[in-house]
């Protein structure tokens, strides 16, 4: 099983939307998938409540336990974790349960800044486990026609790690389907959201081999 931790520390970087997309972009593409909600607010839960028949099973693991509490789970192809914001213990517990490390990050220089500890984090584990974990940030809540997305893709390679060349833009699509527990691979299989998470699972499907 290959684990994915979706992880900013800061609030309103997009990430259980990238979470819940990228876990449905690898289901769609046949793999199994569990979704581990890791934040003790419970977003991706009330998501998955929202749908009755939801096709994505969502799991609650919001202790430091994350690594041990895979072990029991039922083997998938793939975990996604939708990290908790503002909880290093359960970031620190995220970081070591995973194969990867995705840090969205939205185009402003907060949130930039905002990310220092956690790579830090992450660059520790990376050290400890001799470069057997990946990490990479992806720029979220990109909006179409600016710079910013691209400004933001080169403040960030300071940091050392790597910006994956897919942007997730900033779409009316995301709320719209989160309210019904859905993605826009339920509403719009073959729009240009799908499209984008299908181009993010590429990259990190590539990045894992």
């Given at each position: ?16 939307t990238?979470?819940t ?14 979704l ?38 039922a083997?998938?192809?793939y ?8 909880a ?35 660059k ?9 974990l ?12 600016t ?21 997730i ?6 709320p ?5 527990g859905?993605?826009a ?14 181009l ?8 894992l081999?």
């Amino acid at each position: 099983m290959k684990v994915i931790a979706v992880l900013n520390q800061k609030g309103g970087s997009g990430k259980t939307t990238i979470a819940t997309h990228l876990a449905r972009a690898f289901q769609f593409d046949g793999s199994s998938v569990v979704l581990i909600d890791s934040d003790p607010q419970g977003s991706a839960r009330d998501w998955s409540a929202a749908r009755d028949e939801q096709p994505l099973s969502v799991i609650g693991i919001d202790r430091p336990t994350i690594e041990r509490d895979l072990k029991s789970l039922a083997k998938t192809d793939y975990a996604v974790i939708d990290g908790a914001p503002q909880a290093a213990d359960l970031a620190v517990s995220a970081i070591k349960a995973a194969n990867f490390v995705l840090i969205p990050v939205q185009p402003s220089p907060y949130d930039i800044w905002a990310a220092a500890d956690l790579v830090e984090l992450v660059k520790q584990r990376i050290e400890v486990t001799d470069g057997k974990l990946q990490a990479a940030f992806v720029v979220s809540r990109a909006i179409h026609g600016t710079k910013l997305g691209q400004e933001v893709g080169d403040a960030l390679n300071g940091y050392g790690l790597p910006v994956l060349n897919t942007r997730i833009a900033q779409r009316v699509i995301y709320p719209g389907t989160a309210a019904t527990g859905g993605t826009a691979f339920d509403s719009e299989p073959d729009g240009d959201a799908a499209r984008d998470f299908i181009l993010l699972k590429n990259e990190i499907e590539q990045l894992l081999k």
